[in-house]
């Protein structure tokens, strides 16, 4: 390792966490302790560290601070739903950028015609399956 190098990896240490960009992970906000679970091992068994979270409530904060790759957002959930949220990620111009993906037991072409709707980045059918999961995660993944 380079003396450069190693002052860019201590720079990088010593920045705010908010700052740093997360190391290959998601974030999964899913009211459905089941269906977020499936999500977990489904990263998980591809080396993506994951944060789930039960609530819409407070994921902003969470997304600025932790960085995620990815966010797989639930669509009906009590309170705050999904689409709202993405819509007020994108106003947001410290996380705009924010990867999103609709996650949903929704017909496929309401789930579709919600996530253009509100901005986000993709949609992914629970009804689908398993093997529709994964090969969706391995495309917003950029894998």
Not at 120 to 132: C, E, T, V
């Given at each position: 390792m380079s003396y450069l190098q190693g002052n860019e990896d201590s720079a990088a240490r010593d920045r705010p966490t908010?700052?740093?960009?997360?190391?290959?992970?998601?974030?999964?906000?899913?009211?459905?302790?089941?269906a977020a679970l499936v999500v977990e091992r489904a990263l998980e068994r591809r080396g993506i560290e994951?944060?789930?979270?039960?609530?819409a409530f407070g994921v902003m904060n969470?997304?600025?601070?932790?960085?995620?790759?990815?966010?797989?957002?639930?669509?009906?959930?009590?309170?705050?739903?999904?689409?709202?949220?993405v819509t007020l990620i994108r106003q947001d111009p410290e996380i705009a950028r924010t990867r999103i993906v609709?996650?949903?037991a929704l017909a496929v072409d309401a789930l579709a015609e919600k996530a253009g709707e509100c901005g986000?980045?993709?949609?992914?059918?629970?009804?689908?399956?398993?093997?529709?999961l994964e090969r969706s995660l391995e495309l917003y993944l950029g894998r």
């Open positions: 908010s700052e740093r960009p997360a190391a290959r992970s998601a974030m999964v906000v899913d009211d459905d302790t089941t994951v944060l789930k979270v039960p609530q969470r997304i600025a601070r932790h960085r995620p790759s990815l966010v797989l957002l639930d669509v009906k959930m009590p309170g705050l739903d999904g689409p709202t949220l609709l996650y949903s986000a980045d993709g949609f992914i059918a629970k009804s689908l399956g398993l093997l529709h």
